[in-house]
């Protein structure tokens, strides 16, 4: 089985897994997402979902968030971890779309990394959630997932982007990497993955060690 294959019987195995591939991180408009997926960073989804519901009803719009007192962002975050720097990077994201994106979050991955705080990987999910695109999110469970069956023999989130994009066919991409996500928590953890169950065992290298 070549990698291309055991990529597209991946993505078919994880579809009919997890029928609903969606972002764990809540949120009611790309901004929101943005911040919400800042704050994941070091930090669980759960814990961001906890913290967010007060950040969002305190701050509404892009103004509020570019004007914001850092001290008080701090505060409701804190337990997301990094505060500090999150909140610093929460307010200039805000700035830095207001003054060179006309008030829209930008819908490229060139364009999102050039705000503070943005790497690829939250560029490529709000390009991906947000804008529908091809997006491969190399998070840590995509990476893990991604080794173990042999699609990429690195733990280079930027190289298993690119590797990914080549093997996943565009349109299924973005779902794909959610759906590690979910796998990645029920089924492929990180310490030992519990391969009779997984749905991608008949095909994983992994599994037939």
Do not use: W
Request: charged letters at 25%.
């Amino acid at each position: 089985m070549t990698k291309q294959e055991r990529a597209l019987a991946a993505v078919g195995a994880l579809k009919q897994e997890y029928p609903d591939a969606l972002c764990s991180l809540e949120s009611e408009n790309p901004f929101e997402l943005l911040v919400a997926t800042r704050l994941s960073a070091q930090c669980t989804d759960a814990r961001v979902n906890l913290v967010t519901p007060a950040l969002f009803a305190k701050y509404r719009t892009l103004e509020d968030y570019a004007a914001a007192d850092v001290h008080d962002i701090e505060q409701i975050i804190h337990s997301c971890g990094f505060f500090r720097q999150k909140a610093k990077d929460i307010i200039g994201m805000a700035q830095g779309i207001l003054e060179r994106f006309g008030g829209v979050v930008p819908d490229t991955v060139e364009a999102l990394t050039t705000l503070p705080g943005v790497g690829r990987k939250t560029a490529n999910l709000i390009c991906g959630d947000v804008y529908g695109k091809p997006a491969v999110v190399a998070d840590t469970h995509c990476i893990r997932i991604a080794n173990r069956l042999g699609l990429v023999e690195t733990k280079d989130p930027y190289k298993v982007e690119l590797a990914l994009r080549e093997l996943l066919p565009p349109e299924e991409s973005n779902n794909f990497c959610h759906r590690c996500v979910l796998h990645g928590r029920a089924v492929c953890d990180a310490r030992k993955p519990r391969c009779e169950t997984c749905a991608m065992a008949s095909f994983c290298p992994t599994a037939a060690e």
